[in-house]
């Protein structure tokens, strides 16, 4: 009898080895499975990759298996907040009657650093089990960005996981040619330009036409930009790839180059910055109250006082921007002038800054060109807020609005070949759309005169 138990022992512990492979290949498939049901159910967890070419299908596909969290049961009750004006995490979490510990549990787990830095306006969701515990977190920043913390216990307690995803949308390029019959902001917005998109346009040729007052019935505008899409979803972030923009029987062409330091800015088709040395005018204003004018009757002294200047109305405490890179070589305050400021820059020219109610910078400093120098007021000899800008080239007086700025500087010479290797196709494509465009409108004036 020993001998035969011997030999059924024997016999079992041959199979032992067999049985616990089968059980691990079984949990091997069990985890598996479950890591499949949980991807498909964690829609966040994926990056929506597209390629910026034309007619792309959006296709999404999983980061990589380092990059997967486990997610709980899709079976939460989630709650939204607003980010509002003075929250922190504490306040946030007090309004959802979560604990400390809680926001101990959050902030001491994987990628906490961007909740530390919550706005007004970003969306928090909260994800809560049956029994009222916090199983999940998801911090919105903005449509393409999103942060998923997700509970995961231990031995040593509960930690939230740090997910960061980043949505990557469908970009299209779009044309629009468009005649103005009011003004830049309303004509483009009947012709279903995005605002960020009018906005851009006005900044890329604001160094050659002044949008508040030069703008005419009939002038007309050409613009090649993107489009950005999240599905059928529209959303703005895109950019002005070329454009044309004729004022008075002026025309001026400007396209978007990306140079080898990563560097964007905008150029004329022949390499030339947009962006001049000098601004056309240092601040957003609302009217000219006072042109140049040798033979000005002064509004205070009742007598022909010639204006050596321009007067700009706003608003008090609108930024006042340096025209152009300079040294400040006066910055003080007089009864005639109230708080003032000189600039000297290069060229002989040099530029003044009257009546302004707060100055923010000091006699010495060097500045840059739209930094802000101080805010526009009523101080000294004046009437109402205004700002009064001079411009003199070798000490003689100019007329702001009408002396001849000079011109910016040529893109390099080593990179003008990448340059137009790169900008021509963009160029040629504004010129095609125009023509199309143009053709089609004036065969559709020609349809509609009677016969």
Known sequence: MPQNRYNDTNKAGKYIPSLVYAIFILMLIFYFSLGKESIEHAEKNILISTDKKENVNLAPRILSSSDFIHTSSPNLVWKEYIIKRGDNLSKIFKKKSLSAKDILNLISGTLSEPLLKIKPGQLIRFGFTVEGKLDQLKYIPSKLESYLYTRKS?????????????????????????????????????????????????????????????????DQFSVLFEEKFLGEEKINGGHILAAEFTNQGISYKAVRYLNRDGKTSYYTPEGFDMKKTFLRAPLDFTRISSNFNLRRMHPIHKKIIAHRGVDYVAPRGTPIFAAGDGKIIASNYSKANGNYIFIKHGNGITTKYLHLQKRKVKKGMKVLQRQVIGTLGSTGYSTGPHLHYEFLVNGIHRDPRKVVLPRSNPIKKNEYKRFYKATKSLITKLESYQKASRLAEVSSLKNQQPD
């Open 154 to 218: 231990s031995p040593n307690g509960d930690n939230f996981f740090g997910k960061h995803v980043v949505l990557i949308p469908k970009t299209i390029s779009t044309f629009r040619d468009v005649i103005i019959k009011d003004s830049l902001f309303v004509s483009g917005a009947n012709a279903s330009l995005p605002i960020n998109i009018i906005m851009e346009l006005a900044n890329i040729f604001s160094w050659d036409i002044d949008f508040a007052l030069d703008i005419r019935k009939g």
